[in-house]
């Protein structure tokens, strides 16, 4: 076996060392009855060009060569070819949590650096070094506003993204912490301030919205934030889209701040690995859960980093912790900070408009089409958009798969009131030409008998 | 120091870097963007008040500054491509670089999670085959792939089990967690709305079968057991400890941290374990990372 | 659970090392990680103490008892065997073992390997009894070391302000 070193000769001679007759008698500590002595029925052993061939065989039969309007909390955005240059280092790829901070030095000052453009994005005053999603860290955000106000409800927008209520739904369900359901204002997309505010009661701990909203809607996040703080609720803001910080304020009225940071330089790869990130106010700190790196000073004086705060966390308060997670998704917010590093304060706002840019001429050249329309005009969008069709979207989705293009996501999936209407996503990687060549498809609808 | 020549490698030790954002300065740049195929548009009358003014302070910098930068950090790191990395319970393993190279093949890495499964096959072959293979390597019926980490897969694991109990009537009200368990184990169990009752080992550092028996009640939903056990040692009385927790109607669940002891050579689905996790970011060599991303599916018995 | 499927690209790679192995390799990379796990507590036991004298399978817990004696605890030790090059195994942990050294070395190192790790945990055992001071303060070959926890903790520094 190739990643084995050593030979059939050392083996034998450690079994003497040892001073075991064979390795089976390493192994008689399990009982005889459950020791397992066929081989297994996995796949023979495969050279690595088999092992290639395999996978490529796979990715070919998954297509690549479409356009895509896919968006809904995944999304394609150009990756600078250094990421996977410089991640792919072993020094960082093979080395695990930094524990012992002597060794470590740069992944800790990698994840002080991504903490620190976190927090600058989102207008926080700290961010931690990561959560495995937007999903679960938004759900870590609800339980963290639950014990900083020591209140037990949650109100939560329907424009949320549906899979990210889900998940928070399975954190909560044995947690005694109900949630209210807000919908949205048709005209706008966004949440409706009035139902907002009736449901914000002194009982809740936490309000969750999500801006820009899964419709692509950019939410009014003062107005929010001033109804969840007059009843002494936090606001959490989830961000799915991380390239939006480049030009849409920042929730700085936000307590909490829920960030899948996606869009930052890493794949698709079929929605994992992503990268989740909290980042919050100061004063919330000790209940945020999650690794944080500090800067310190080592005994000579000179500047380092280590992990800290760990008394939050489970290997030292066990069922007190403020989490139970351990392993995060570091090598993923590397990514990240490679990628805010190429663009740059400046790079980061030119390719956010670049997406407006994109979705603003997608949308328009879209609801010209005979029979299409946009929802939710009434607010400023990002990179997404709502198009209802007067033709079922099963019919033109076809059609346009013929021509190679993933049109939009239909949205009755999850809000079955929104018969006939598609979500749809124009990132700086969308051509003009797919977008006309979608439109040319939509446009050509069968006509009716 | 007295080293004698023993010891290897060092590190790029004496190399100062300081933080990216000291580095930057104004009108440098790494990217360059093509230029735009559709007319421009005016960010500040389109999003009106939710437009941003004043930018984040992200660095600015060229691209070989910030190739030399990250590789000077590295630098400063151990890793298993250095040397030895005995940290015990973490499978610190050789990761082998075909897995980069074919994570990153056309089509799977680039596939869209919302993408019609007419063109998502290929994935979801691949996805197949591992639930197999690791549904055979662990002798368990069913698996999930989708928890995070080990301590995402425990969560996983527990509200199975949670489920389950509330199926037959009664959620119960308490796991049972030896005192050698991983810091996660207690952590999860309350997430799940369970009270820790602690197990204390018995002399050889294992389950103590008197404790247990006493312990273990109506009340009990399951005992977490981590097999081979954190001191490295594999529970021989593991039928009797399966025995005494399915008598209660409590279910095994196997934290399977340590399933590198054990691949090939015992199956905890024939141990009597009901549910387990896995983390593929130590027996199954998928990298660390310096902390992460790990994947910790979850494999339980057909009833569950 | 989370968002979308999980974290796909770790299927991908596990797979990958799943089929490279076969079952052949699966077994003997089973066998060699508690190969070397027993090779490694053989030749440590007489210097460090093994709290427990159960069977190893793929790790050794050995505990710093004695040279706690002298005044040097699990995590110098840690702490110096960086100073030889190697990782520190895992510090206190699991807590039923007082100052626990956690030893696992995983099938994927060669016995060349293996024995400079003895070598070193040998020769810091020898240090222990014969300077105490030089293991307490290391590790000495680092950019930086032993950093301040406690001021970390006390006053979080947790991003650059300019
Ligand atoms: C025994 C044990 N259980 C659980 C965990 C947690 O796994 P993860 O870090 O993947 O969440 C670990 C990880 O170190 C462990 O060693």
């Known amino acids: 076996m190739r990643y084995l070193p050593k030979s059939p000769a050392e083996r034998d001679r450690m079994l003497a060392d040892i001073g075991a007759a064979s390795i089976d008698e390493l192994f008689e500590v399990i009982p005889a009855e459950y020791r397992f002595t066929r081989d297994l029925d996995v796949p023979r052993q495969q050279a690595e060009s088999e092992i290639i061939s395999y996978f490529r065989a796979a990715g070919a039969k998954n297509a690549t060569d479409y356009a895509s309007f896919l968006g809904a909390g995944a999304y394609r955005h150009y990756r600078p070819v250094i990421i996977d240059s410089l991640v792919q280092r072993g020094e960082f790829l093979t080395s695990y949590t930094p524990y012992q901070a002597e060794i470590t030095q740069g992944t800790l000052q990698a994840i002080f650096e991504f903490q620190t453009m976190?927090?600058?994005?989102?207008?926080?005053?700290?961010?931690?070094?990561?959560?495995?999603?937007?999903?679960?860290?938004?759900?870590?955000?609800?339980?963290?506003?639950?014990?900083?106000?020591?209140?037990?409800?949650?109100?939560?927008?329907?424009?949320?993204?549906?899979?990210?209520?889900?998940?928070?739904?399975?954190?909560?369900?044995?947690?005694?912490?109900?949630?209210?359901?807000?919908?949205?204002?048709?005209?706008?997309?966004?949440?409706?301030?009035?139902?907002?505010?009736?449901?914000?009661?002194?009982?809740?701990?936490?309000?969750?919205?999500?801006?820009?909203?899964?419709?692509?809607?950019?939410?009014?996040?003062?107005?929010?934030?001033?109804?969840?703080?007059?009843?002494?609720?936090?606001?959490?803001?989830?961000?799915?889209?991380?390239?939006?910080?480049?030009?849409?304020?920042?929730?700085?009225?936000?307590?909490?701040?829920?960030?899948?940071?996606?869009?930052?330089?890493?794949?698709?790869?079929?929605?994992?690995?992503?990268?989740?990130?909290?980042?919050?106010?100061?004063?919330?700190?000790?209940?945020?859960?999650?690794?944080?790196?500090?800067?310190?000073?080592?005994?000579?004086?000179?500047?380092?980093?280590?992990?800290?705060?760990?008394?939050?966390?489970?290997?030292?308060?066990?069922?007190?912790?403020?989490?139970?997670?351990?392993?995060?998704?570091?090598?993923?917010?590397?990514?990240?900070?490679?990628?805010?590093?190429?663009?740059?304060?400046?790079?980061?706002?030119?390719?956010?408009?670049?997406?407006?840019?994109?979705?603003?001429?997608?949308?328009?050249?879209?609801?010209?089409?005979?029979?299409?329309?946009?929802?939710?005009?009434?607010?400023?969008?990002?990179?997404?958009?709502?198009?209802?069709?007067?033709?079922?979207?099963?019919?033109?989705?076809?059609?346009?798969?013929?021509?190679?293009?993933?049109?939009?996501?239909?949205?009755?999936?999850?809000?079955?009131?929104?018969?006939?209407?598609?979500?749809?996503?124009?990132?700086?990687?969308?051509?003009?030409?797919?977008?006309?060549?979608?439109?040319?498809?939509?446009?050509?609808?069968?006509?009716?008998? | 120091m007295a080293m004698q020549g023993i010891g290897k490698v060092r590190a790029h030790q004496t190399q100062n870097e300081g933080l990216v954002f000291e580095k930057s300065s104004p009108g440098k740049k790494a990217y360059k963007l093509p230029p735009l195929d559709v007319p421009a548009v005016d960010a500040s009358s389109l999003l009106g008040e939710a437009h941003r003014e004043t930018l984040a302070a992200l660095p600015e910098l060229s691209e070989i500054e910030i190739i030399r930068h990250f590789t000077r950090l590295s630098t400063w790191n151990y890793a298993i491509d250095l040397g030895m990395y005995p940290l015990g319970s973490c499978t610190m393993k050789y990761n082998p670089r075909v897995n980069e190279f074919v994570a990153r093949i056309d089509g799977l890495a680039d596939a869209h999670p919302y993408r019609p499964e007419s063109l998502a096959q290929g994935i979801l072959e691949v996805i197949d085959l591992l639930q197999r293979c690791l549904m055979e390597i662990t002798g368990m019926d069913a698996i999930t792939l989708q928890p995070a980490a080990g301590a995402h897969g425990e969560f996983t694991g527990i509200l199975l089990v949670r489920a389950w109990h509330e199926s037959q009537g009664n959620a119960r009200k308490k796991v049972l967690i030896p005192d050698s368990a991983h810091g996660t184990n207690p952590a999860t169990a309350a997430i799940c709305g369970y009270a820790v009752e602690n197990l204390k080992s018995n002399a050889d550092g294992g389950i103590d079968l008197e404790a247990l028996e006493r312990q273990v009640d109506e009340e009990t939903a399951a005992l977490m057991l981590t097999n081979p056990s954190t001191i490295g040692v594999f529970e021989s009385q593991i039928h009797r400890i399966a025995d005494i927790l399915h008598a209660k109607g409590a279910l095994l669940y196997m934290d399977g941290a340590n399933m590198n002891a054990l691949v090939g050579k015992a199956r905890p689905g024939d141990f009597g374990v009901d549910v387990m996790h896995l983390n593929l970011h130590k027996t199954f060599s998928t990298p660390h990372g310096g902390g992460g991303p790990g994947s910790g599916p979850v494999a339980c018995k057909a009833f569950l | 659970m989370r968002g979308f499927y999980g974290n796909v690209g770790m299927f991908i790679r596990a797979l990958a090392y799943i089929l490279a192995n076969g079952p052949d390799g699966l077994r003997q990379t089973t066998e060699d990680a508690v190969l070397n796990a027993n090779y490694i507590r053989r030749k440590l036991e007489d210097l460090y103490e093994l709290p427990y004298k159960t069977a190893s399978m793929h790790e050794v817990v050995f505990s710093d008892k004695r040279q706690a004696a002298r005044g040097v605890k699990t995590g110098d030790i840690a702490k110096r065997l960086i100073d030889y090059g190697f990782h520190p195994y895992t510090v206190s942990f699991p807590l039923i073992v007082h100052g626990a050294m956690m030893i696992e070395p995983t099938e994927s190192e060669s016995l060349e390997e293996l024995d400079l790790f003895i070598d070193a945990m040998r020769a810091i055992a020898r240090e222990v009894e014969e300077s105490p001071e030089l293991v307490k303060s290391a590790p000495h070959s680092t950019r930086v070391s032993r950093l301040d926890e406690v001021a970390a903790a006390r006053k979080p520094v947790l991003r650059w302000r300019g």
């Open chain 1, 118 to 449: 976190i927090a600058e994005l989102t207008g926080m005053d700290v961010a931690n070094a990561s959560m495995y999603d937007g999903s679960t860290g938004a759900a870590e955000a609800v339980l963290m506003a639950m014990r900083v106000t020591g209140r037990h409800k949650a109100v939560v927008a329907a424009s949320v993204h549906p899979e990210h209520r889900e998940v928070l739904h399975t954190y909560l369900k044995y947690r005694e912490m109900p949630t209210a359901l807000v919908g949205y204002e048709t005209e706008t997309g966004r949440v409706d301030l009035a139902a907002l505010e009736a449901a914000v009661t002194e009982e809740t701990a936490a309000v969750l919205v999500q801006s820009p909203n899964f419709f692509g809607v950019i939410e009014d996040i003062p107005a929010i934030a001033e109804m969840a703080h007059k009843k002494g609720a936090l606001l959490i803001v989830s961000i799915a889209e991380a390239v939006s910080l480049g030009v849409v304020k920042p929730p700085v009225e936000a307590d909490i701040v829920s960030m899948e940071a996606q869009s930052f330089g890493v794949a698709l790869s079929y929605g994992g690995p992503f990268c989740g990130v909290i980042a919050a106010k100061e004063q919330f700190l000790r209940q945020m859960p999650g690794r944080l790196v500090g800067q310190t000073v080592d005994r000579d004086g000179n500047r380092g980093f280590v992990l800290t705060l760990s008394t939050r966390e489970q290997h030292i308060r066990r069922e007190k912790a403020t989490s139970n997670i351990c392993t995060n998704q570091a090598l993923v917010a590397l990514m990240a900070t490679i990628f805010l590093t190429v663009y740059g304060k400046e790079g980061i706002r030119e390719l956010a408009e670049h997406n407006l840019a994109k979705a603003d001429y997608a949308a328009r050249t879209l609801a010209a089409q005979p029979g299409a329309k946009l929802l939710f005009t009434g607010a400023p969008h990002f990179h997404e958009f709502v198009l209802r069709t007067e033709e079922a979207p099963a019919a033109w989705s076809k059609r346009l798969l013929d021509e190679k293009i993933v049109g939009g996501i239909e949205l009755s999936r999850w809000y079955p009131e929104l018969k006939n209407a598609t979500l749809w996503c124009a990132t700086e990687v969308v051509t003009r030409e797919q977008i006309d060549a979608a439109a040319k498809v939509l446009a050509a609808a069968p006509v009716e008998a």
